[in-house]
């Protein structure tokens, strides 16, 4: 046998992944299903941190020249608390929360906010819902602002 692979037990025999014991029960090679919590793990955190790479550069794009003002502390306490969002939200919520919409006060305020959650285990739930509060605040001012730029420019 060769380095690292695992002997079957010698009341077993194989079946393509599946073994019968010694009563004839059939059982799940562990390996297998080890193998498949491994890729169930793996895929959920490869789409989470595209999620939140999705999310970052939405915020930059957002925040425009602001986005240099902001520290690689700053910028990992943000992809911290999107991560937390990606995870927390269910998929709809999470397609409909708009990073691009966030100014800087807003930014400043979550990435305390983050801080608060990443270094001191401040409260998941509260946390959450001030920042998701906060985003929809920054929706509601950005889409209120576009209806009066269009006001000012219909004709009289």
């Known amino acids: 046998m060769f380095a690292g692979a695992r002997e079957r ?19 799940l090679d562990e390996r297998i299903r080890t193998d498949d919590e491994s890729l169930g793990r793996r895929r959920y955190h490869v789409n989470k941190q595209r999620a939140v790479e999705r ?24 992809a911290y608390i999107a991560g937390e969002l990606w995870a927390t939200l269910a998929r709809d919520e999470w397609e409909s929360v708009h990073f691009s919409k966030l100014g800087l006060h807003e930014t400043r305020l979550i990435v305390a906010h983050a801080d608060r959650l990443r270094r001191h285990g ?14 929809e605040q920054a929706r509601v001012r950005s889409e209120a602002g576009a209806f009066d730029a269009r006001a000012d420019q219909s004709p009289a």
């Open 55 to 78: 999310s970052l550069e939405r915020w930059r794009h957002g925040l425009k020249a602001d986005w240099h003002l902001l520290s690689r502390d700053d910028v990992a306490n943000m």
């Open 9 to 27: 037990p010698a009341n077993m025999t194989a079946e393509g992944g599946l073994f019968r014991n010694v009563k004839g029960e059939r059982m």
């Open 122 to 135: 401040a409260r998941h739930e509260e946390t959450i819902a001030e920042v998701m509060r906060l985003v």
